[in-house]
Nanobody, 123 residues
Framework: QAQLVESGGGLVQPGGSLRLSCTVSGFALEHYAIGWVRQVPGKEHEGISCISPTEGRTEYAESVKGRFTISRDYAKKMVYLQMNNLKPEDTAVYYC????????????????WGQGTQVTVSP
């Protein structure tokens, strides 16, 4: 059974950094793309990044390009989202999700989802 568990969220001041982690189990990380999707209460999911399963191609939404970096560690079965220069508009619940292919940074139709981790950017 595929499972994804996010961690690393929290409260940070504008301009600060956080690193989100996504631990996967029940499937081979080498065979699935992992994406990060965020959601503000009352709004739709917003896809922000993904990393392809084999060649490691990465994609980013314009809203986070240059500030966020997605990476993975096959041995640890983990995917990370390094978030720098955080802004109040980055406040959201962040989800990692899995799909056989990276369908673009803005994609939200993933097969498997984690439970989410809250990120709050506030003075």
């Amino acid at each position: 059974q595929a499972q994804l568990v996010e961690s690393g969220g929290g409260l940070v001041q504008p301009g600060g950094s956080l690193r989100l982690s996504c631990t996967v189990s029940g499937f081979a990380l080498e065979h699935y793309a992992i994406g990060w999707v965020r959601q503000v209460p009352g709004k739709e999911h917003e896809g922000i990044s993904c990393i392809s399963p084999t060649e490691g191609r990465t994609e980013y939404a314009e809203s986070v390009k240059g500030r966020f970096t997605i990476s993975r560690d096959y041995a640890k079965k983990m995917v990370y989202l390094q978030m720098n220069n955080l802004k109040p508009e980055d406040t959201a619940v962040y989800y990692c999700a899995a799909d056989p292919e990276c369908m673009g940074a803005y994609y939200v139709g993933y097969d498997y989802w984690g439970q989410g981790t809250q990120v709050t950017v506030s003075p």
